[in-house]
Protein backbone atom coordinates (compact mmCIF):
# COMPACT_ATOMS: atom_id res chain seq x y z
CA UNK A 1 0.00 0.00 0.00
CA UNK A 2 1.46 3.69 -1.16
CA UNK A 3 1.29 6.48 1.22
CA UNK A 4 -1.79 7.89 -0.61
CA UNK A 5 -4.05 5.50 -2.64
CA UNK A 6 -7.11 6.16 -4.95
CA UNK A 7 -10.36 4.03 -5.23
CA UNK A 8 -12.40 4.33 -7.92
CA UNK A 9 -15.98 4.47 -7.13
CA UNK A 10 -17.75 0.87 -8.20
CA UNK A 11 -20.27 1.17 -10.99
CA UNK A 12 -23.30 2.44 -9.56
CA UNK A 13 -23.92 3.04 -5.67
CA UNK A 14 -24.59 -0.49 -3.85
CA UNK A 15 -27.11 0.03 -1.18
CA UNK A 16 -28.04 3.70 -2.09
CA UNK A 17 -31.38 4.50 -0.28
CA UNK A 18 -34.24 5.01 -2.46
CA UNK A 19 -35.06 8.68 -3.11
CA UNK A 20 -31.64 9.54 -2.62
CA UNK A 21 -29.96 11.73 -5.56
CA UNK A 22 -27.42 10.41 -6.88
CA UNK A 23 -24.04 11.98 -6.00
CA UNK A 24 -22.40 11.74 -8.69
CA UNK A 25 -18.75 10.30 -9.51
CA UNK A 26 -17.47 9.47 -6.05
CA UNK A 27 -13.67 7.94 -4.91
CA UNK A 28 -11.84 7.41 -2.02
CA UNK A 29 -8.48 8.51 -1.11
CA UNK A 30 -6.05 7.17 1.45
CA UNK A 31 -3.36 9.80 2.57
CA UNK A 32 -1.55 10.55 5.60
CA UNK A 33 -3.04 13.67 8.27
CA UNK A 34 -5.24 15.78 6.87
CA UNK A 35 -6.52 18.95 9.14
CA UNK A 36 -8.88 19.92 6.53
CA UNK A 37 -10.70 16.74 6.76
CA UNK A 38 -10.90 16.59 10.17
CA UNK A 39 -12.09 20.28 10.84
CA UNK A 40 -14.69 19.42 8.47
CA UNK A 41 -15.71 15.87 9.62
CA UNK A 42 -15.83 17.66 13.21
CA UNK A 43 -18.51 20.10 12.50
CA UNK A 44 -20.54 17.64 10.57
CA UNK A 45 -20.58 15.02 13.50
CA UNK A 46 -20.85 17.97 16.06
CA UNK A 47 -23.89 18.79 14.61
CA UNK A 48 -25.42 15.82 13.59
CA UNK A 49 -24.71 14.82 17.51
CA UNK A 50 -26.25 18.19 19.06
CA UNK A 51 -29.71 17.74 17.27
CA UNK A 52 -29.47 13.85 17.59
CA UNK A 53 -29.88 14.65 21.42
CA UNK A 54 -30.61 18.29 21.82
CA UNK A 55 -27.39 18.90 23.83
CA UNK A 56 -26.13 21.60 21.92
CA UNK A 57 -22.13 22.27 20.92
CA UNK A 58 -19.42 20.95 22.88
CA UNK A 59 -17.55 23.47 24.76
CA UNK A 60 -13.91 22.74 25.32
CA UNK A 61 -12.37 24.04 28.12
CA UNK A 62 -8.66 23.59 29.53
CA UNK A 63 -6.60 23.64 32.94
CA UNK A 64 -2.79 24.19 32.61
CA UNK A 65 -0.22 23.77 35.63
CA UNK A 66 2.98 26.05 34.93
CA UNK A 67 6.20 25.90 36.31
CA UNK A 68 8.43 29.09 37.45
CA UNK A 69 9.49 29.67 34.38
CA UNK A 70 5.75 30.18 32.72
CA UNK A 71 6.31 26.45 30.58
CA UNK A 72 3.90 23.92 30.89
CA UNK A 73 4.49 21.37 33.37
CA UNK A 74 1.03 19.69 33.44
CA UNK A 75 -2.62 20.19 31.81
CA UNK A 76 -5.94 18.86 31.42
CA UNK A 77 -8.17 19.17 28.55
CA UNK A 78 -11.55 18.38 28.02
CA UNK A 79 -15.27 19.08 26.85
CA UNK A 80 -18.65 19.99 28.43
CA UNK A 81 -21.96 18.69 26.65
CA UNK A 82 -24.92 18.99 27.94
CA UNK A 83 -24.52 17.35 31.48
CA UNK A 84 -21.30 15.68 30.70
CA UNK A 85 -17.65 16.92 31.17
CA UNK A 86 -15.31 14.46 29.22
CA UNK A 87 -11.37 15.00 29.81
CA UNK A 88 -10.05 14.42 26.68
CA UNK A 89 -6.29 14.79 27.72
CA UNK A 90 -4.22 14.58 30.85
CA UNK A 91 -0.59 15.16 31.49
CA UNK A 92 1.78 15.73 34.01
CA UNK A 93 5.87 16.25 33.83
CA UNK A 94 7.31 13.42 34.91
CA UNK A 95 9.28 14.84 38.00
CA UNK A 96 5.69 15.71 39.55
CA UNK A 97 4.16 13.10 39.01
CA UNK A 98 2.87 11.45 42.49
CA UNK A 99 2.79 15.22 43.81
CA UNK A 100 -1.09 15.57 43.36
CA UNK A 101 -1.02 17.34 40.47
CA UNK A 102 -3.07 14.76 38.90
CA UNK A 103 -5.71 14.74 41.12
CA UNK A 104 -5.86 18.56 41.30
CA UNK A 105 -6.32 18.92 37.97
CA UNK A 106 -9.11 16.37 38.33
CA UNK A 107 -10.75 18.19 40.95
CA UNK A 108 -10.54 21.58 38.81
CA UNK A 109 -11.86 19.73 35.82
CA UNK A 110 -14.98 18.64 37.83
CA UNK A 111 -15.33 22.10 39.55
CA UNK A 112 -15.95 23.07 36.07
CA UNK A 113 -18.24 20.33 35.18
CA UNK A 114 -20.74 21.11 37.98
CA UNK A 115 -19.59 25.07 37.45
CA UNK A 116 -21.27 24.23 33.55
CA UNK A 117 -24.15 21.91 35.45
CA UNK A 118 -23.05 18.69 34.62
CA UNK A 119 -24.00 15.63 36.56
CA UNK A 120 -21.69 13.02 34.64
CA UNK A 121 -18.10 13.01 34.23
CA UNK A 122 -16.24 10.46 31.90
CA UNK A 123 -12.34 9.83 30.97
CA UNK A 124 -11.20 6.75 29.43
CA UNK A 125 -7.28 5.96 30.25
CA UNK A 126 -5.04 2.71 28.80
CA UNK A 127 -4.31 -0.18 30.84
CA UNK A 128 -0.40 0.92 31.03
CA UNK A 129 -1.22 4.77 32.25
CA UNK A 130 -3.86 4.94 35.01
CA UNK A 131 -6.39 2.91 35.82
CA UNK A 132 -5.95 2.62 39.46
CA UNK A 133 -5.39 6.81 39.80
CA UNK A 134 -9.46 6.89 38.37
CA UNK A 135 -10.42 4.64 40.31
CA UNK A 136 -8.96 6.44 43.55
CA UNK A 137 -11.15 10.01 42.30
CA UNK A 138 -14.57 7.67 42.60
CA UNK A 139 -14.74 6.90 38.45
CA UNK A 140 -16.18 3.62 37.75
CA UNK A 141 -14.96 1.41 34.91
CA UNK A 142 -17.66 1.41 32.89
CA UNK A 143 -15.66 -1.11 29.75
CA UNK A 144 -12.74 -1.96 28.03
CA UNK A 145 -11.47 -2.12 24.48
CA UNK A 146 -8.76 -4.54 23.56
CA UNK A 147 -6.36 -4.02 21.11
CA UNK A 148 -4.06 -1.43 22.28
CA UNK A 149 -0.77 -2.27 21.15
CA UNK A 150 1.59 -4.27 23.79
CA UNK A 151 -1.53 -6.32 24.80
CA UNK A 152 -3.40 -3.53 27.18
CA UNK A 153 -6.47 -2.11 26.54
CA UNK A 154 -8.55 1.10 26.62
CA UNK A 155 -10.82 1.64 29.75
CA UNK A 156 -13.37 3.71 30.32
CA UNK A 157 -14.36 5.79 33.52
CA UNK A 158 -17.44 7.25 34.38
CA UNK A 159 -18.64 9.18 37.99
CA UNK A 160 -21.56 11.52 38.92
CA UNK A 161 -20.86 14.44 39.80
CA UNK A 162 -22.34 17.79 41.33
CA UNK A 163 -24.72 15.24 43.30
Known amino acids: MTAEQQHPDPSGPPGRRPGRPAAGRLSLRTGGQDDALERFLDEQLT ?3 GTACGA ?13 TGEPAGGLTGYVWGGLCAVHLLWVREDLRGAGWGSRLMRAAEEEG ?5 TDMTVSTYTFQAPGFYRKLGFRETGRTPGV ?3 HADVSFHKPIGG
Do not use: H, K, Y
Not at 114 to 118: D, K
Open 47 to 49: AFN
Open 56 to 68: GTPEEFSIRVEDA
Open 114 to 118: VRRGC
Open 149 to 151: PGG
